[in-house]
């Protein structure tokens, strides 16, 4: 308002009478006037009061006492500047046909809190709400029932924002699709705020409603908030995008299930089993899935569907429980069937008893060509020499006393020149056995797995090793062939 005056003039409605007011300054402080009496020449549709000061003062909220408590008016509080009435709130000029901003009330709430005035010079100052700052939603799950531990339905859905006075806020909401249409709308919160929010000028209020259709998909929400102090509003500020899925309710459990065993199972032939069910007439879900019990007590699905049929049958329900030995036993199977939708399942329903289904026996492991042939043999480097030396000494007859030694050291020679020519990038023929040669790889553009980046992977050398036609044919055989037989 401008600098402090001592003469007012409080313009209402006549559709009521104020019978007394308090008036308070942008601090919330009371002002005591030292005179409140009736108005004259009042224009058309109003009444006032006038209102006079022993010195200057700034009075900007005013709490009315009403003749009809249950019909509350808009107040304006003006500075009479010498006949003309200005609005204390933003200087503009009274104008009954259209008075625009009311003059708010201080309660204890403390509006004042959300005000903020502006200089614009000569002393004036004009005032207008704050707007809400930096507001986030939060969406979490409903949670579990303290008393009962059942989960419960819906969503909690929270708003933060910088600032004071949560009682005073005005939230809308907008679906981001096809089910809104028509925008931003209301919605209901009420104040959550705890002191350690409010210790440090923070705000907090919960929705009081689910806001998206309760179909269990997820919606794209987004909010805005403002204050509004009795029809004095501060400009809309916006929350980022929130997910909002609110569950569909559990539907109702088919009403029954029957079970049939058709072919029980004979040695490989499985065993075939007919069920049928009746679903519930309100809610049954979109889809059933029907859960068999083995005799251990597993649990398998054995069927879904989100179709329409009624019946279904089932191969091999004996197949979870497989016996180690023969002969095989029949075992009880229970069935039971549940109701589903997108996001939960009914109770479950049983058929009236279980089948007994014979089990499957345990079916014997083939035999490995070694376990056919009896002939395998492992054999490590040390027994692989004492067995050439005994074989060179069943060839020859007779060897010097050192030539145990001397057989050892040529089938190291063998191995170490081999190894020596591939590592040097050439290759080995051994008739009768195959080639042991180096081979390289080109170079190639790849990946460095942790950051993604390119890199040249170098060209390296690495070990091939190509069987002999007499190898590989003699294998196959399980003999000992050279290649010439093997041609």
């Given at each position: 308002?401008s600098t402090?005056a001592?003469h007012?003039?409080?313009f209402y409605p006549?559709?009521n009478?104020?019978n007394a007011?308090?008036?308070?300054?942008?601090?919330?402080n009371?002002?005591?006037?030292?005179?409140i009496t009736?108005?004259?020449g009042?224009p058309?549709?109003f009444?006032s009061?006038?209102i006079?000061?022993?010195?200057?003062?700034?009075?900007?909220?005013?709490?009315p006492?009403?003749a009809?408590?249950g019909?509350?008016?808009?107040?304006y509080?003006?500075?009479?500047?010498?006949g003309?009435?200005?609005k204390v709130?933003?200087?503009s000029?009274?104008?009954p046909?259209n008075?625009?901003?009311?003059?708010?009330a201080?309660?204890s709430a403390?509006?004042?809190?959300l005000?903020?005035?502006?200089d614009?010079?000569g002393?004036?100052?004009t005032?207008?709400?704050n707007?809400?700052a930096?507001p986030v939603?939060?969406?979490?799950?409903?949670?579990?029932d303290?008393?009962?531990?059942?989960?419960?339905?819906g969503?909690?859905?929270?708003?933060?924002?910088t600032?004071?006075?949560p009682?005073?806020?005005e939230?809308?909401c907008?679906?981001e699709?096809?089910?809104?249409?028509g925008?931003?709308f209301?919605i209901?919160?009420t104040n959550v705020?705890t002191?350690a929010?409010s210790?440090?000028?923070?705000s907090?209020?919960?929705?009081?409603s689910?806001i998206v259709?309760?179909?269990g998909?997820?919606?794209?929400v987004?909010?805005r908030?403002r204050?509004?102090?009795?029809?004095?509003?501060?400009p809309?500020?916006?929350?980022?995008p929130a997910?909002?899925?609110y569950?569909?309710a559990?539907?109702?459990?088919?009403?029954s299930?029957?079970?049939?065993?058709l072919r029980?199972?004979i040695?490989?032939?499985?065993?075939?089993?007919r069920?049928s069910?009746?679903?519930?007439?309100?809610n049954p879900?979109t889809?059933?899935d029907?859960?068999c019990?083995d005799?251990?007590d597993k649990?398998?699905t054995?069927?879904?569907?989100?179709?329409?049929e009624t019946?279904?049958?089932?191969?091999?329900?004996s197949?979870f429980v497989?016996?180690e030995?023969?002969?095989?036993?029949a075992r009880?199977?229970?069935?039971?069937?549940i109701a589903?939708?997108i996001?939960?399942?009914?109770d479950?329903?049983f058929a009236?008893?279980?089948?007994?289904?014979?089990?499957?026996v345990?079916?014997a492991?083939?035999?490995t060509p070694d376990?056919?042939a009896g002939?395998?043999?492992d054999?490590d480097?040390a027994?692989?020499?004492?067995?050439v030396f005994?074989?060179v000494?069943s060839e020859?007859?007779t060897?010097?006393?050192?030539g145990?030694?001397?057989?050892?050291?040529?089938?190291?020679e063998?191995?170490?020149?081999?190894?020596?020519v591939v590592?040097k990038g050439?290759?080995?023929?051994?008739?009768?056995?195959?080639?042991?040669?180096?081979?390289?790889?080109?170079e190639r553009?790849?990946?460095n797995?942790?950051?993604g980046?390119?890199v040249?992977?170098?060209?390296?050398?690495?070990?091939g090793f190509?069987?002999?036609?007499?190898?590989?044919t003699?294998?196959?055989?399980?003999?000992v062939?050279t290649d010439e037989?093997?041609k």
């Amino acid at each position: 308002m401008s600098t402090p005056a001592t003469h007012y003039r409080l313009f209402y409605p006549d559709s009521n009478t104020l019978n007394a007011v308090t008036l308070c300054n942008a601090t919330g402080n009371t002002l005591i006037p030292q005179s409140i009496t009736d108005g004259t020449g009042d224009p058309a549709g109003f009444k006032s009061k006038i209102i006079s000061f022993a010195a200057a003062s700034e009075p900007l909220f005013a709490n009315p006492t009403f003749a009809d408590p249950g019909a509350p008016v808009s107040l304006y509080l003006c500075r009479d500047d010498s006949g003309t009435a200005k609005k204390v709130l933003d200087e503009s000029i009274f104008d009954p046909a259209n008075p625009g901003r009311p003059t708010a009330a201080i309660t204890s709430a403390q509006e004042y809190l959300l005000y903020v005035a502006t200089d614009i010079g000569g002393g004036i100052k004009t005032y207008a709400l704050n707007a809400p700052a930096n507001p986030v939603s939060i969406i979490k799950d409903a949670g579990k029932d303290a008393i009962t531990g059942d989960d419960l339905d819906g969503n909690t859905i929270l708003l933060r924002w910088t600032g004071l006075v949560p009682t005073k806020i005005e939230v809308e909401c907008d679906i981001e699709d096809i089910t809104d249409p028509g925008g931003y709308f209301p919605i209901g919160q009420t104040n959550v705020t705890t002191y350690a929010e409010s210790s440090v000028g923070l705000s907090l209020v919960q929705a009081t409603s689910q806001i998206v259709p309760q179909d269990g998909m997820s919606h794209v929400v987004t909010f805005r908030l403002r204050y509004n102090v009795a029809g004095d509003v501060s400009p809309w500020v916006v929350t980022g995008p929130a997910m909002i899925t609110y569950d569909m309710a559990p539907p109702n459990a088919p009403l029954s299930l029957n079970v049939q065993l058709l072919r029980d199972r004979i040695d490989t032939i499985p065993d075939v089993v007919r069920l049928s069910w009746q679903k519930a007439a309100v809610n049954p879900g979109t889809g059933i899935d029907v859960i068999c019990y083995d005799y251990l007590d597993k649990k398998h699905t054995v069927y879904s569907s989100n179709g329409i049929e009624t019946e279904c049958r089932i191969e091999n329900v004996s197949r979870f429980v497989v016996q180690e030995t023969g002969p095989a036993v029949a075992r009880p199977y229970r069935f039971a069937i549940i109701a589903t939708n997108i996001s939960a399942k009914s109770d479950e329903v049983f058929a009236a008893a279980p089948l007994n289904i014979t089990s499957k026996v345990k079916e014997a492991d083939p035999l490995t060509p070694d376990e056919i042939a009896g002939t395998a043999v492992d054999m490590d480097y040390a027994t692989l020499k004492a067995t050439v030396f005994s074989n060179v000494l069943s060839e020859i007859g007779t060897l010097p006393p050192e030539g145990q030694t001397i057989c050892n050291t040529a089938v190291d020679e063998l191995i170490w020149k081999i190894k020596d020519v591939v590592a040097k990038g050439g290759s080995v023929t051994l008739q009768d056995f195959g080639v042991v040669k180096a081979k390289w790889t080109n170079e190639r553009l790849g990946r460095n797995p942790s950051t993604g980046e390119p890199v040249v992977i170098a060209a390296y050398r690495s070990l091939g090793f190509s069987p002999s036609t007499g190898f590989k044919t003699g294998t196959k055989q399980g003999i000992v062939m050279t290649d010439e037989e093997a041609k």
